[in-house]
């Protein structure tokens, strides 16, 4: 069993290092075998704004995400964080991405730190490219007037070959009756748990599907002490009792098959060349 954070970030609260490691150490002390990471610097219209700005294009967001996850390519996966609002899709980025594609898994756009709703003309590029790369992209759901997820809807339906997930299942709400609607007209919309009550996301798995939902913390966004928030102690214990398939599709199976997360084959036999040195002992 590999437990999958599907939504974490790195970003200067206070420093990159600081927010790497962080997410390793958490990991670590939580069982969780593989994080997504996207970078919050990259924010146009940075909403935390307890730290001084520190604005980075989306080629320097990706780099700093891949530097990372070069040094843990078992541990850590890449989103590229897209800025649309001030930032066309350049020919150097796309290099970029295609030169590092076993890195990245997929793609992240926030509309409240972007000012902007993804119905908006300027993303049309953006998910045309998407629809070729076939990774998914991460939206950032809330009750705002530029994040509802009816807007992510109307996208799904436009752009139907793109896999989108939907952060936080709608935040700022606990009325989730909208999202598990929406949800259940798309086929091609996911969900992640950052922010969400475990019996929010048994609702998802029960009402629209066991495939639909994944585990997804924000992690370290609220510091050293984001896993330990009561909303994913749930998880982590299971409190709901979900039967053991339910649990693992959630925890990780869902992410993993979402987003093309392999881990490398521990079982295989040794290799001839170790048999050999053997026999000289
Ligand atoms: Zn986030």
């Not at 080629?59 to 649309?84: D, M, S």
């Amino acid at each position: 069993m590999k437990i999958i954070d599907a939504h974490a970030h790195i970003a200067h609260w206070p420093t990159l290092a600081v927010t790497e490691a962080e997410i390793l150490r958490s990991m670590k002390e939580k069982g969780i075998a593989f994080s997504l990471i996207s970078d919050c610097d990259c924010s146009e219209y940075p909403s935390l704004d307890s730290y001084p700005p520190h604005h980075v294009s989306t080629l320097e967001g990706l780099k700093h995400c891949l530097t990372f996850a070069k040094k843990y390519p078992n541990r850590i996966g890449v989103l590229v964080w897209i800025n649309p609002h001030h930032e066309l899709l350049t020919p150097e980025l796309i290099r970029c991405i295609h030169d590092n594609s076993r890195y990245i898994y997929g793609f992240k756009f926030h509309p409240w730190e972007s000012q902007m709703r993804i119905t908006n003309p300027r993303l049309v590029p953006y998910l045309r490219f998407i629809t070729l790369e076939h990774k998914p992209l991460l939206v950032h759901t809330a009750k705002d007037k530029y994040s509802s997820i009816r807007y992510l809807g109307m996208v799904a339906t436009r752009f139907p070959k793109i896999r989108f997930v939907a952060a936080h299942l709608q935040l700022c709400t606990d009325d989730k009756e909208e999202a598990i609607r929406t949800l259940k007209l798309h086929s091609n919309l996911y969900a992640d748990t950052a922010w969400v009550k475990m019996s929010d996301a048994k609702r998802v798995m029960d009402e629209v599907g066991p495939d639909r939902i994944m585990f997804g913390t924000d992690n370290p966004v609220d510091g050293e002490h984001t896993l330990d928030n009561p909303i994913y102690e749930e998880y982590f214990a299971n409190v709901l009792d979900l039967s053991g398939k339910e649990w693992r599709a959630l925890m990780g199976g869902n992410a993993a098959k979402l987003y093309g997360i392999r881990f490398p084959d521990r079982t295989k036999k040794p290799q001839k060349k170790t048999l050999l040195l053997d026999k000289k002992k």
